[in-house]
């Protein structure tokens, strides 16, 4: 019978999940939200968390028999019985395994939506003579935010979404104090954020610089600024890229990241 998984469980802080940890770095978030449905086996070789309104995340250990699988998702979807699910996330054959089995149960149609690698930086690599300097977001920036936020959600979703949409966004994230631009003459000309530390990770998203701007280095300079702000906390950088998203991939390993397992991302409908 499948247990309840806790914020910060034991589970998530030995062999075998440390192995896949940073591919599943959003288990960490997710379990910790109020609401969300937390699980995981009692040997702890499976773990699943997912939070209203927002896709689950499902990791099996890779010693789990097929048939095992079979029988601990099975399970899973039982558990889940009477709760939508947006989509599922996870290694592709096991994110795959577990939209078959869940569209069958739910008499639901799914679709691959994106894959994403995970990404960690053990070791950051500055770019040199990158004009300009990190300043950190604030109040009076929040509208720029917005427009800048907007441009992401074209970039990565292909989702049109008007500036004024973003503003709560925007206006959380500045509070957090973890958005950061790189300004060049005091303008800002690329943005970023740590969106999460867990134990011994801090992931970065919210990459974006306009397209009139690109091509000049500065998204790599406010990533490494960011890497390196976590690499002082003793925690490894981190993030999810669009595998489809060639100049992105090849931004992110000039700064130092190296690929580190990819995720699926499959949705239901």
Excluded at 54 to 80: F, G, K, M, P
Excluded at 88 to 93: D, K, N, Q, V
Excluded at 122 to 134: E, L, Q
Aim: a neutral charge; one cysteine or more; charged letters at 20%.
């Amino acid at each position: 019978m499948l247990e309840k998984l806790h914020p910060d469980d034991h589970v998530l802080h030995q062999f075998p999940f440390m192995r896949d940890e940073l591919q599943y770095n959003l288990v960490h978030l997710i379990s910790a939200i109020e609401g969300a449905t937390s699980l995981k086996s009692p040997d702890g070789r499976m773990v699943f968390a997912g939070s209203p309104g927002h896709n689950a995340w499902l990791w099996l250990s890779d010693d789990v028999t097929d048939a095992h699988r079979s029988t601990l998702i099975q399970e899973l979807i039982t558990c889940y019985k009477g709760k939508d699910l947006p989509g599922i996330c996870g290694a592709p054959s096991t994110a795959e395994l577990f939209a078959k089995l869940y569209s069958g149960a739910k008499q639901l149609q799914y679709q691959a939506y994106m894959l994403m690698e995970s990404y960690s930086c053990p070791k950051v690599n500055k770019p040199a003579k990158v004009k300009g300097k990190m300043i950190q977001a604030s109040r009076q920036h929040v509208e720029l935010v917005a427009e800048f936020l907007a441009g992401f959600s074209e970039d990565a979703f292909g989702a049109s979404v008007i500036p004024a949409s973003q503003l709560p966004a925007a206006e959380g994230m500045i509070m957090r104090g973890n958005l950061y631009f790189w300004a060049v003459d005091e303008l800002p000309v690329a943005m970023a954020n740590i969106a999460h530390r867990s134990r011994r990770h801090g992931r970065i998203n919210a990459v974006y610089t306009p397209p009139v701007l690109r091509r000049n280095g500065y998204a790599s300079a406010i990533v490494a600024g960011l890497c390196s702000i976590l690499a002082e906390e003793n925690r490894e950088p981190m993030l999810y890229a669009d595998t489809k998203n060639s100049a992105s991939n090849k931004a992110y390993k000039n700064v130092g990241f190296v690929e580190s397992g990819q995720v699926a991302e499959i949705r239901f409908r």
